[in-house]
């Protein structure tokens, strides 16, 4: 989400990194199952199978931030199901890499949640230990935490943000790249609290209420739609664009 390329599909970091793989193993296929809004039971239950099934080499797992926005959400159940899925793909013979949460102190209203992000990455971090997981660590990228590196709708990371993430976590598959996503950001002017306060509730308005609304009618974003990448496939490499990322 919110990291679009010119045709105004989605790219995404998953996209970038595949990109930065490809280009350096001739013989390489990607497949990407990803859906958003999935909740963290639908990815266990609809893309893990799969995954089993064809035993990739890697397989990359991102789940159950949807699932932390949902009062009343058992963290310690939710990372107990995510162990299980873990534990399937490393049975399968998968290397697998994890992402804790990203830290959201500076985010308006979604800042709430922040505690238990913080346990379910604690939960997170044990689960790569005992598995043999590889971890990126998102709460620690101090560049997430700039709004910069969020899209408008608060809950989805920019483009840039997106590259940062995907040079992190090449960086963690010790691949080499040729930029640094510890880059600090430009220098901004500080904003007024009047505006600021106007754009939380125009961000209440259109991007909490729908989702709220969504949620309680048990709907999502990613109903009626299919991964984009259902099998493993060679990767297409058109012209570069900024950080690795063939867009």
């Known amino acids: 989400m919110s990291d679009e390329a010119p045709d105004g599909s989605y790219v995404g970091w998953a996209d970038r990194l595949a990109a930065t793989l490809a ?20 990815i266990i239950e609809e893309q893990v199978p799969i995954a089993v099934e064809v035993k990739p080499d890697l397989v990359t797992i991102c789940g159950g931030g949807n699932d932390l926005i949902v009062p009343g959400c058992d963290v310690d159940a939710l990372a107990e199901e995510y162990e299980q899925a873990v534990k399937a793909l490393r049975a399968a013979g998968c290397e697998v890499v994890m992402f804790t949460g990203p830290d959201p102190r500076d985010q308006p209203v979604v800042r709430r949640v922040r505690p238990k992000v913080a346990i379910y990455n604690a939960n997170l971090r044990g689960i790569a230990d005992r598995h043999g997981a590889m971890l990126v660590d998102l709460w620690a990228m101090k560049p997430l935490v700039d709004v910069r590196a969020w899209s408008d709708d608060r809950l989805h990371f920019s483009p840039e ?23 600090p950001w430009p220098p901004v002017e500080p904003t007024p609290w009047l505006r600021s306060r106007q754009a ?27 991964p984009k990448r259902p099998e493993l496939s060679p990767l297409a490499l058109p012209a570069r664009g900024k950080g690795g990322a063939r867009v």
């Open 23 to 42: 280009e350096r193993n001739p013989g390489f296929r990607y497949a990407n199952l990803a859906l958003r809004g999935k909740m963290l039971r639908e």
């Open 161 to 183: 943000g997106h590259r940062r993430i995907a040079l992190r976590t090449a960086e963690v598959l010790d691949v080499p790249v040729t930029e640094e996503w510890r880059e």
């Open 200 to 226: 939380d509730l125009a961000w209440t308005r259109t991007h909490l209420l729908p989702w709220v609304r969504r949620h309680l009618r048990g709907e999502s974003m990613g109903d009626g739609l299919v």
